[in-house]
Each structure stands twice: as structure tokens, then as C-alpha cells.
């Protein structure tokens, strides 16, 4: 979103909801601004359509980011069509094939089955094994929900500074290496 979109978008916000102070300083502009920046201005409009159609308040910034991964998950398989796919994979594929097996199964359901995929064909309580796998599904799925409302250049900085911290933690770590020699 440019920040002439952006213009346009808050412009929206304060039609949509003219009681609201959303937008009442400067600071306030770009603090949203920093947030939607890398957000689709067309997706950002679905989203407040959304919004305005479901609720009588002003959309807070995490509101319009929801939304807009809301629509975007629109198609992603539920966590019982993955286990589905899972028992395929495993009828398919069975113990002498994991690679095969696990290289078959979509996103997330492949990094949950990455390394569980063998023990899940040699396992003969389906219902234990299901309930854990639907469990794992869920807690995938809310990361990645969580991913995809972090904007990129936060995500950013964050591997910048874990970056910079692993260095720093690799020097000190040579430095007492040397200091016990």
C-alpha cells in the first residue's frame, strides 16, 4: 500500500466510522501506516468491508490484518482433510517408502510428519496417533497465522538481530575456547 492509498484507506476508516479517533495525530497515521505498508490496498479494502459489515466499532490495526490473512487462507486444507491425507499417504506409501510418503503430504502436514511419518505406519492406535497429529495441525497452523501477520520488514529485523546475537554468542564462545587452552 502507498502512502497515498493509505490516505485514501484511513479517509475510508473515518466515513466507515466517524466517531472514531483512529486517526486523531500524526503519530497515529504512522504507527498504521508502519503496519499496513506492505499490505495489498485492495486486500486492505476487502478487509474493511469485512469488518464494517460484522462490527459496529472502528477496526484497530490487528483487525485489518486478521481479516486480510482471513482471506487469503481461503482453500487451505482443514486439519481433518490433512490427517485424511496423512492415512492415505501411509496406505499409499506405507514403511518402506517415508520419503516418498512424507514428500506427497502439502504444508504444513509435511513438516509435522517430516519426521514421524515411519512411527505413524508401525502404529497400530490410529485414534492416539490422530488425536496428537490434529493437535500438532493446530499449533502449526496458529504459527503460521501469526506469520502471516508479521509485515516482512519485521520479520526482517528479527532475523537481523538473531543474526547479530548467534555472532556475538559465536565470539564470546571462541573467546573462551582460547582463554581454557
Known amino acids: 500500500m502507498t502512502k497515498e492509498q493509505f490516505l485514501k484507506y484511513s479517509l ?3 466515513a466507515y466510522f466517524p466517531n472514531s479517533n483512529a486517526f486523531n495525530n500524526r503519530m497515529a497515521m504512522d504507527l498504521w ?8 490496498f485492495d486486500a486492505a479494502c476487502v478487509a474493511l468491508k469485512r469488518h ?3 462490527s459496529k466499532f472502528a477496526p484497530t490495526v490487528n483487525d485489518i490484518l486478521i481479516a486480510v490473512a482471513d482471506n487469503n487462507t481461503v482453500g487451505i486444507q482443514t486439519a481433518s482433510d ?7 499417504a501411509i496406505r499409499k506409501f506405507g514403511v518402506y517408502r517415508v520419503e516418498e ?8 502436514t509435511r513438516s509435522i510428519m517430516r519426521n514421524q511419518f515411519r512411527d505413524y505406519c508401525l502404529s497400530e492406535n490410529k485414534v492416539a496417533d ?13 504459527r503460521d497465522q501469526t506469520e502471516r501477520l508479521l509485515p516482512e520488514s519485521f520479520k526482517n529485523d528479527v532475523k537481523s538481530l ?3 546475537l548467534a555472532n556475538i554468542l559465536a565470539i564470546e564462545g571462541n573467546k573462551k575456547d582460547k582463554e581454557e587452552q
Do not use: C, R
Not at 501506516?33 to 495489498?40: A, C, Y
Not at 490433512?82 to 492415505?88: K, Q, S
Not at 510418503?101 to 504444508?107: D, R, W
Open 12 to 14: 475510508m476508516i473515518k
Open 33 to 40: 501506516f508502519e503496519m499496513l505498508q506492505e499490505v495489498n
Open 52 to 54: 464494517v459489515a460484522t
Open 82 to 88: 490433512a490427517w485424511n491425507d496423512v492415512l492415505e
Open 101 to 108: 510418503g512424507v514428500n506427497s503430504l502439502n504444508e504444513p
Open 130 to 142: 490422530k488425536a496428537h497429529f490434529l493437535k500438532m495441525y493446530e499449533i502449526y497452523s496458529k
Open 162 to 164: 538473531t543474526d547479530k
